[in-house]
């Protein structure tokens, strides 16, 4: 204990002010992970690979680079943890998939360079729904990821290891992709922040894709500090991804803590309000924190955008063009290397016409323009719903039919802007209650301020589950 | 265990979505085991519905999110 706090639930700002004060060792911090991740990670089974040797190889590092007067950033010393789709030189990187079970890819994916070379402490690799697609599955390598609020509940995902890590207390933050909500899904099932940043601002490179226009690589965190902090040292402009954009990365601390005051907030209420399925418990969350924002100065207001399945329909289509585009030959080839679920979905991109695809990317220009000049042009963000229901039990799952996931994110990888899920409470079953900001393009100091309001109106910062 | 698979060929009792979501993937080449089958014609039957949603009035000029911008091919070129 310090600071009246076990290690793990140390902030990543605190752990960086007590390593460089001596007070606390990276290794003490690698160690303490290790030992909560052996204790109780069977029962979770977030990790597919934990990679002890060099996590206290790299907070061994650490600890001689802060004793040095070295000072790499503000992830040095700072254990994570990667989904299973980030290459990773040296060390296996399977996408939860027979068809990579022993790839070993001989370069890193460009947010682990930068985190590596940042002084972080890699403490391995995470479980993901498999190519970031298909899930949760039993049929493939490693099972699937459980949820720390109740071990019966799905994670969400895809990056679904990350979310369990992460609301575990294994890790402050694990690297997580999102195509069409797997940052968001998973946070919002599992109770964590995560952000899906701009398109473009983050490196996609070596990390496989899933969808090339729809893919974004962002960390889900403990808090929404600590996923500002991720954000300083993972942002910036990769002139080897045809994807990144050249734009200056901003401070993405310092409008934390500023509040909401005077802020325009939208709100697409007829986005989850009449979506079938959605739980009261969601839309009265929901409503709540927008009444604490506006008390506490926000301007919040009601916006129609065209409907949600217009959006979802076309992301959709994309993905499942994409995606199938990518893994064509192994369709043919190994059908049955596939897990059920993930052949499932992908193998019907044969079914789609280039008619198809072509009125999809024409549907998107319009979807971007509504949203960017008929909403954010006079709003400065955009609240709606995350996941419209707490996370469902594995066994209400149907093994006949790939699950349905119950959230409303895919309009942001549509249109590329920044949108990060919030936990604001729990349901009467103890489960996680979400929303979703959303802003401006590269605006992602907007979507934190009002990420860590939400935080201070809702108290959520500091419920963590209790492991099994 | 080796898993029973279905063609479009020899198909032509089945109705609507079915026939013609097989005679699709089998001109693909993609062989479909049976017991998925079902699941799969689901998610198709999703996707027409989908693929509806995409169609709005427009006109010619309506151009993809994608179109070629000289800035990309340039900044693909530099690396």
Not at chain 1, 19 to 27: E, I, N, W
Not at chain 1, 30 to 39: Q, S, T, V, Y
Not at chain 1, 307 to 327: F, L, M, P
């Amino acid at each position: 204990m310090i600071l009246g706090k076990a290690l793990h639930e140390l902030s990543i700002a605190e752990a960086g002010t007590l390593l460089r004060s001596g007070a606390v060792k990276s290794t003490a911090l690698a160690e303490h992970a290790l030992a909560r991740i052996e204790r109780h990670d069977p029962t979770l089974r977030s990790f597919i690979l934990v990679a002890r040797e060099r996590a206290l190889a790299d907070a061994e590092a650490a600890d001689q680079d802060f004793a040095a007067g070295i000072d790499r950033g503000p992830m040095q010393g700072i254990p994570y943890a990667l989904k299973d789709i980030y290459d990773t030189a040296g060390m296996r990187t399977t996408c939860h998939s027979k068809l990579l079970v022993d790839n070993v890819p001989a370069t890193s994916s460009v947010v682990e360079q930068r985190l590596s070379a940042g002084g972080g402490v890699l403490l391995g690799k995470l479980g993901t729904h498999e190519f970031a697609y298909g899930g949760p599955s039993f049929d493939l390598p490693f099972p699937p990821a459980r949820n720390p609020w109740n071990s019966d509940c799905v994670t969400g995902g895809s990056s679904s290891g990350s979310g369990a890590a992460v609301a575990a207390g294994f890790v402050r933050m694990a690297m997580g992709s999102d195509t069409g909500g797997s940052i968001r899904g998973p946070a919002a099932y599992c109770g964590t922040v995560g952000l899906k940043p701009t398109y473009g601002l983050v490196s996609r490179r070596g990390v496989f894709p899933l969808s090339y226009t729809l893919d974004h690589c962002g960390p889900l965190a403990w808090s929404v500090e600590d996923a500002a902090i991720t954000m300083q040292v993972i942002a910036g402009h990769d002139p080897a991804d045809p994807g990144s954009a050249s734009v200056p990365v901003p401070d993405f601390r310092s409008p934390l803590g500023l509040g909401v005051e005077g802020l325009r907030i939208a709100v697409p209420r007829h986005f989850y309000a009449g979506a079938p399925g959605a739980s009261r418990e969601v839309i009265d969350a929901i409503d709540r924190t927008l009444e604490d924002l506006a008390r506490n100065g926000a301007v919040v207001e009601e916006v129609r955008l065209s409907d949600y399945a217009v959006y979802n329909a076309c992301g959709r289509i994309i993905i499942t063009a994409e995606a199938y585009a990518i893994h064509e030959q192994d369709l043919r080839r190994r059908p049955l290397d596939y897990g059920r679920y993930t052949f499932m979905r992908m193998a019907l991109g044969a079914t789609l016409s280039a008619a198809d695809l072509t009125q999809a990317l024409r549907l998107r220009r319009e979807l971007a323009i509504e949203l960017n000049k008929s909403v954010l042009g006079s709003f400065d963000a955009l609240i709606t719903a995350s996941a419209l229901t707490p996370a469902p039990r594995f066994d209400a799952i149907d093994p006949a039919t790939p699950p349905t996931v119950q959230v409303q994110t895919m309009p942001f990888n549509v249109t590329g802007n920044p949108s990060m899920s919030v936990p604001i409470g729990l349901s009467r079953d103890g489960l996680p209650l979400s929303l979703q900001v959303v802003g401006r393009p590269f605006d992602e100091p907007t979507v934190l301020r009002i990420g860590a309001e939400i935080e201070r109106v809702t108290g959520w910062t500091g419920r963590h589950p209790e492991l099994p | 265990m080796r898993e029973d698979s279905v063609s479009a060929q020899g198909d032509g009792g089945r109705l609507g979505g079915e026939a013609e979501m097989l005679f699709l993937l089998e001109r693909a080449g993609i062989t479909v085991p049976a017991d998925r089958v079902p699941g799969m014609l689901d998610i198709y039957r999703d996707m027409t519905a989908m693929r509806a949603l995409l169609r709005r009035a427009r006109t010619a000029a309506s151009e993809p999110s994608n179109v070629y911008s000289l800035e990309t091919i340039m900044r693909g070129d530099a690396i």
